[in-house]
């Protein structure tokens, strides 16, 4: 079935309280893709935001964030009885201020919420949530430094597990939000389930150091005695850096891991199965070959290519969830082999037209009849289709309204026509960021790589009209090119 869909991290959604969260703007949100006869809506992750706000680099893999509580949700439940506006019309999420912002009203919720079956259910389905409590309230109490610089009878908690007097309000705090967080999220998911909408999630291979997901499983990484990691994640040096990219994620045991029947990596991933009907793995070719850096080497340009047991691990998951549905993120520079072990699993692969463009040869370059691939406009780490589009010389625009057969048509058009190529082509999956269905210049870019902090992971809608307004338009498209 040729589907289509939208990627629009939650963040960028419109809120009465600065930031788009699981409220009443997301439900709209729904509808009105439900209305364009598209399938799917693709988020980035939900998880605790880590050092830039980066949702790449949270503080755990399950747990998710609670700047995306909706107080219009907890008003509605009696929790809280009114939250004013806060930075509505605001383009930009102002992560610190909405963060003060809302936790006033966050723990006014937990001071009125009585703990019911439900919520022993929940604590008692989901055992990670303690381990996670614990940990969130320990580096909040250490000021938020990296786990390995806490004292050490907070460092080795994780180890003997004593009491911990004085914290357990702290705790018990943290496990409230997780269960609010969990109960706001999967009703959203039955709502935009009910009316057609499949919800893709999108988790990085890696966990970053700074996370309980390494405090609590040491064992499973690479690591010396300390918890500083021996060897770390990056890619080596290509056209685009000489350095390479170190990104300082600590390195799997992929041994230990194996001897272990790979349980990290299926508890991540099942759990993960419950929140998102389909999962999008960044950097999937690290399950055929990753690039061991040394922890000392202050650049990627010392390493080695070390092949991962992708066959076995994949194996593994499959005889455990057969079900679980994942989409390869398979871009750049690879060897064949990873493509071998895409195609062994029949995971859908992807391809990003705007990379696409040969100047050369007045035509893309990529081979777009296959089938069984997500085709993108681009994604939340590339320019938006109109920056990129100005960013390019005046030949090069020349040669890309050629193609498009956009002349005599402004540039506003030009995320238009890459839609509509998008659309045409053969993938079964085509997703198109929100910024260039409203088609947005670079002001309204989610992210550039190799960047940290403002305006990183930033962008905000402060209306849904533009998308409505775009209803029939991409209604007619999807109609055209024969896709829901």
Same mark, same amino acid.
């Given at each position: 079935?040729?589907?289509?869909?939208?990627?629009?991290?939650?963040?960028?959604?419109?809120?009465?309280?600065?930031?788009?969260?699981?409220?009443?703007?997301?439900?709209?949100?729904?509808?009105?893709?439900?209305?364009?006869?598209?399938?799917?809506?693709?988020?980035?992750?939900?998880?605790?935001?880590?050092?830039?706000?980066?949702?790449?680099?949270?503080?755990?893999?399950?747990?998710?964030?609670?700047?995306?509580?909706?107080?219009?949700?907890?008003?509605?439940?009696?929790?809280?009885?009114?939250?004013?506006?806060?930075?509505?019309?605001?383009?930009?999420?102002?992560?610190?201020?909405?963060?003060?912002?809302?936790?006033?009203?966050?723990?006014?919720?937990?001071?009125?919420?009585?703990?019911?079956?439900?919520?022993?259910?929940?604590?008692?389905?989901?055992?990670?949530?303690?381990?996670?409590?614990?940990?969130?309230?320990?580096?909040?109490?250490?000021?938020?430094?990296?786990?390995?610089?806490?004292?050490?009878?907070?460092?080795?908690?994780?180890?003997?597990?004593?009491?911990?007097?004085?914290?357990?309000?702290?705790?018990?705090?943290?496990?409230?939000?997780?269960?609010?967080?969990?109960?706001?999220?999967?009703?959203?998911?039955?709502?935009?389930?009910?009316?057609?909408?499949?919800?893709?999630?999108?988790?990085?291979?890696?966990?970053?150091?700074?996370?309980?997901?390494?405090?609590?499983?040491?064992?499973?990484?690479?690591?010396?005695?300390?918890?500083?990691?021996?060897?770390?994640?990056?890619?080596?040096?290509?056209?685009?850096?000489?350095?390479?990219?170190?990104?300082?994620?600590?390195?799997?045991?992929?041994?230990?891991?194996?001897?272990?029947?790979?349980?990290?990596?299926?508890?991540?991933?099942?759990?993960?199965?419950?929140?998102?009907?389909?999962?999008?793995?960044?950097?999937?070719?690290?399950?055929?070959?990753?690039?061991?850096?040394?922890?000392?080497?202050?650049?990627?340009?010392? #390493?080695?290519?070390?092949?991962?047991?992708?066959?076995? &691990?994949?194996?593994?998951? =499959? @005889?455990?969830? +057969? %079900?679980?549905? !994942?989409?390869?993120?398979?871009?750049?520079?690879?060897?064949?082999?990873?493509?071998?072990?895409?195609?062994?699993?029949?995971?859908?692969?992807?391809?990003?037209?705007?990379?696409?463009?040969?100047?050369?040869?007045?035509?893309?370059?990529?081979?777009?009849?296959?089938?069984?691939?997500?085709?993108?406009?681009?994604?939340?780490?590339?320019?938006?289709?109109?920056?990129?589009?100005?960013?390019?010389?005046?030949?090069?625009?020349?040669?890309?309204?050629?193609?498009?057969?956009?002349? #005599?048509?402004?540039?506003?058009?030009?995320?238009?026509? &890459?839609?509509?190529?998008? =659309? @045409?082509?053969? +993938? %079964?999956?085509? !997703?198109?960021?929100?910024?260039?269905?409203?088609?947005?210049?670079?002001?309204?870019?989610?992210?550039?790589?190799?960047?940290?902090?403002?305006?990183?992971?930033?962008?905000?809608?402060?209306?849904?009209?533009?998308?409505?307004?775009?209803?029939?338009?991409?209604?007619?498209?999807?109609?055209?090119?024969?896709?829901?």
């Amino acid at each position: 079935m040729r589907q289509a869909g939208v990627l629009l991290a939650v963040s960028s959604l419109p809120g009465r309280h600065g930031i788009g969260d699981f409220g009443p703007e997301a439900y709209r949100f729904v509808r009105a893709l439900a209305k364009t006869g598209s399938k799917l809506w693709q988020v980035l992750p939900l998880n605790p935001l880590g050092y830039g706000n980066s949702p790449y680099q949270p503080y755990s893999s399950k747990a998710m964030d609670e700047i995306y509580i909706s107080l219009d949700l907890l008003i509605k439940d009696g929790l809280i009885k009114k939250a004013p506006r806060f930075r509505t019309r605001s383009k930009r999420v102002a992560y610190d201020d909405v963060r003060v912002y809302k936790g006033r009203y966050l723990k006014a919720a937990y001071r009125r919420f009585v703990p019911g079956s439900a919520y022993r259910r929940f604590v008692k389905d989901n055992p990670w949530l303690h381990d996670y409590a614990v940990f969130i309230t320990l580096k909040k109490h250490n000021q938020l430094q990296l786990w390995t610089e806490w004292p050490k009878s907070d460092r080795d908690w994780i180890k003997h597990r004593a009491d911990l007097p004085g914290y357990e309000e702290d705790i018990r705090y943290e496990m409230f939000l997780q269960y609010v967080l969990l109960r706001q999220w999967l009703k959203l998911k039955k709502y935009a389930n009910a009316h057609g909408i499949q919800l893709v999630g999108d988790i990085p291979i890696y966990v970053g150091i700074d996370s309980e997901d390494v405090w609590s499983h040491q064992d499973q990484f690479l690591l010396d005695q300390d918890g500083h990691p021996t060897h770390i994640a990056g890619v080596p040096p290509d056209y685009f850096s000489v350095t390479g990219q170190r990104w300082g994620n600590p390195l799997y045991d992929w041994d230990k891991m194996q001897k272990d029947g790979f349980a990290f990596w299926l508890d991540r991933l099942s759990y993960n199965a419950k929140l998102f009907d389909l999962i999008r793995i960044d950097h999937f070719r690290a399950f055929d070959t990753y690039w061991k850096i040394p922890a000392s080497c202050l650049t990627a340009v010392e #390493g080695a290519w070390i092949e991962a047991p992708g066959y076995a &691990f994949f194996d593994a998951l =499959f @005889a455990h969830y +057969p %079900d679980l549905k !994942i989409l390869a993120e398979d871009l750049g520079d690879l060897r064949p082999q990873v493509l071998e072990l895409r195609d062994h699993y029949r995971f859908p692969g992807m391809k990003i037209v705007q990379f696409s463009f040969d100047f050369k040869a007045y035509s893309l370059f990529e081979d777009y009849r296959q089938t069984n691939m997500a085709v993108y406009t681009g994604t939340h780490d590339n320019q938006t289709t109109r920056g990129w589009y100005l960013s390019l010389s005046k030949d090069e625009r020349e040669r890309v309204r050629d193609f498009l057969r956009l002349r #005599g048509f402004g540039h506003r058009r030009i995320a238009d026509g &890459f839609m509509s190529l998008t =659309f @045409a082509s053969a +993938p %079964d999956y085509a !997703i198109i960021p929100m910024q260039d269905v409203l088609g947005y210049g670079d002001w309204a870019r989610m992210n550039t790589p190799g960047t940290i902090g403002e305006p990183n992971w930033q962008w905000k809608m402060t209306s849904l009209d533009g998308f409505v307004a775009r209803h029939a338009y991409l209604k007619d498209l999807l109609r055209r090119f024969n896709r829901t």
